[in-house]
């Protein structure tokens, strides 16, 4: 059974402390600081660089575990925007070479 309080006080621990939740995303630097996971995915990315060509199979893959942190669908308010969607997926395309 769902509770309102505890449901919330697990959500707020998602949330990294060091951005307000009222605070304005505007680069890249600051999505990497409030979702950990878009770094490890876009480092994944450059790592994938170094031991193959990476293939559009590997974008689509990367791109959809993305779109999970980023964009209309993100967990965290802040990074609902087509801003940070674009920028996520501009910094995997410098980092597959594609």
Known sequence: MHNRITDAAL???KIDPWIP????????DDI???CPA????????????RYRRPH???YEAFKA?????????????RLRSS???????S???????I
């Open 38 to 49: 878009v770094r490890r995915i876009l480092n994944r990315a450059r790592n994938l660089r």
């Open 83 to 89: 801003r940070c969607y674009e920028l996520c997926i």
């Open 65 to 77: 575990k993305l779109t999970i942190y980023v964009g209309w669908h993100a967990e965290d308010e």
């Open 11 to 13: 959500w707020v621990d």
């Open 56 to 58: 559009w199979r590997h």
């Open 91 to 97: 910094a995997l395309t410098k980092e597959l070479r």
């Open 21 to 28: 939740p009222t605070a304005e995303i505007n680069s890249l």
């Open 32 to 34: 990497k600081q409030a």
